[in-house]
Nanobody
Framework: EVRLVESGEGTVPTGGSLRLSCAAS????????MSWLRQAPGKGPDWVSS????????YYGEAVRGRFAVSRDNTKKTLFLQMNNLTPEDTAVYYC???????????WGQGIQVTVSS
């Protein structure tokens, strides 16, 4: 059974930082690109970031470029998202997704809440 379990949720003030983790199981983690997707209340899904199987290629959405950093540890089957200089516009439920393009993925985590206070 494929499982993606996010952790690291929380509330931070504007300008703060947060690190999300996603523990994967049930599939060969190192054989798949991985992504982060977020959805804010009343808005559609927003593709945040992706990372290739080996971690040598990454993608960042325009809204987070320069502030967020995606990484992975294939030995620990874990995906990370370091989020810096957070703003209230980053408030959303964040999902760990299997695959490079989260809009075409077949497996998502349960999602965790990130709240940035103004």
């Amino acid at each position: 059974e494929v499982r993606l379990v996010e952790s690291g949720e929380g509330t931070v003030p504007t300008g703060g930082s947060l690190r999300l983790s996603c523990a994967a199981s049930g599939f060969p983690f190192g054989g798949h690109a991985m992504s982060w997707l977020r959805q804010a209340p009343g808005k559609g899904p927003d593709w945040v970031s992706s990372i290739s199987r080996g971690g040598d290629s990454t993608y960042y959405g325009e809204a987070v470029r320069g502030r967020f950093a995606v990484s992975r540890d294939n030995t620990k089957k874990t995906l990370f998202l370091q989020m810096n200089n957070l703003t209230p516009e980053d408030t959303a439920v964040y999902y760990c997704v299997r695959g490079w393009d989260p809009n075409k993925s077949d497996y998502w985590g349960q999602g965790i809440q990130v709240t940035v206070s103004s």
